[in-house]
Each structure stands twice: as structure tokens, then as C-alpha cells.
């Protein structure tokens, strides 16, 4: 049986043993979905992180699978559908990775966005989704979100949205993703820093 060092000494030997199409540095999610992309194609890949996977921005995220609501304000349409599709893509390949989460919005008297605004909103969100988010949103009035939250403030309340998006783990997604980076043949190695690089030839 292979020891853990007699693996890594492999996987090292197997990485410098000819060119790479593509090596990549960093094994966030980034890196992980990259280097998980590049193998299904059929390249021959390399990952190297000098610290241990998600270590980094990965670690420290909201931990959310999110449509990019707060983009419709900015009427940016594109990247909401485009965010959406990605959470729904996670939620059908990795259900475990994606926890259906319910969000409730309160409206006031003065808030910026009225609950008429606020309900169109929402229901846009769910368009955008593909009319297939991970539930459906829904607007009520006051005395349905006193129930909800039962010590919110309720001066100039005049209702709420509720809409859905999803709980994830970040480092295990990271995980899952180098995993089956793995399984179609790239190499990747933690604490293996890059130490210099340097440019040859044209491209």
C-alpha cells in the first residue's frame, strides 16, 4: 500500500514529467473550477496552492449561492440570469452543496422601493431563474410578517418579500470541484507554492 508521501512524490514527478497545457495557481474555487473545466476538455492540468484548498477568499465568502438580486436595481438583467442559471446548475449536479435558503424583506413607509415595487420585483428574481429558483417568492402584509418576526419593528411597516436562494459550503464545494478535477486527470497539489515563472516564446 502507497503511503500519502510516496502519492504527493508521484503526483510531483507526474506534473514535471512533460509540458502542461495549462497550470493553474490558486485552489479557491476559481482555481478548482478552472482546473475542473480545462480536464473535461481534455487538457493536461496542473493546480498548485501554496496554502491548503479554500484557504482563502473561498473560507470567507457569505457562504451563499445567490441570483445577484440586488443587481435588478441596477437593471443588470444579464448578470442576474447568468447567476441564476449557475446556482440552479449547482443545486441539480450538487443538491448537498445547495440548501434552499428564504429570505424576507421588509418594506417602510420610507424605504426607497414601495411593496408594489418590491412584489414585482421578487417575481422578476424568479423569471430570471428560469421560473425554476429554489422556491417561490411571495409578498404579505403586516400583521402576516408580525407572525414571522415577531419582534420586528413594525413603525411604518407596511409588509415584506419573501425569495429564495441557497446555503452552501464553501470549502467542500472547492473540494468536490478539485475531486473531479481529479477523476478526469489533473494534478493537484496543495502547499506547493509557485515560486517564479517566466514568459517563452510568443503566445
Do not use: C
Request: glycine residues 10%.
Amino acid at each position: 500500500m502507497s503511503t500519502p508521501d510516496a502519492r504527493r512524490r508521484r503526483q510531483v514527478e507526474a506534473a514535471l514529467d512533460r509540458p502542461l497545457d495549462l497550470l493553474v495557481v490558486g485552489g479557491g474555487i476559481v482555481g478548482a473550477g478552472v482546473a475542473r473545466d480545462a480536464a473535461m476538455r481534455g487538457l493536461r492540468v496542473a493546480l498548485v496552492e501554496k496554502h491548503d484548498f479554500a484557504f482563502g477568499t473561498s473560507s470567507r465568502s457569505t457562504r451563499l449561492l445567490h441570483g445577484g438580486i440586488r443587481y435588478l436595481q441596477q437593471m443588470r438583467l444579464g448578470l442576474v440570469w447568468e447567476a441564476s442559471v449557475e446556482k440552479r446548475v449547482i443545486a441539480r449536479i450538487a443538491p448537498h452543496l445547495a440548501e434552499p435558503m428564504r429570505f424576507i424583506y421588509p418594506v417602510y413607509e420610507r424605504d426607497r422601493f414601495s411593496m408594489w415595487q418590491m412584489r414585482i420585483g421578487v417575481k422578476v428574481y424568479d423569471l430570471l431563474s428560469g421560473g425554476r429558483n429554489l422556491g417561490r417568492s411571495d409578498a404579505a402584509g403586516t400583521d402576516a410578517v408580525r407572525s414571522w418576526l415577531p419582534k420586528i419593528n413594525d413603525q411604518q411597516l407596511r409588509g415584506a418579500v419573501r425569495y429564495y436562494d441557497a446555503l452552501t459550503n464553501d470549502g467542500r464545494l472547492v473540494i468536490d470541484s478539485l475531486r473531479s478535477a481529479a477523476r478526469h486527470g489533473a494534478i493537484v497539489l496543495n502547499y506547493m507554492p509557485l515560486l517564479s515563472a517566466e514568459r517563452s516564446g510568443d503566445h
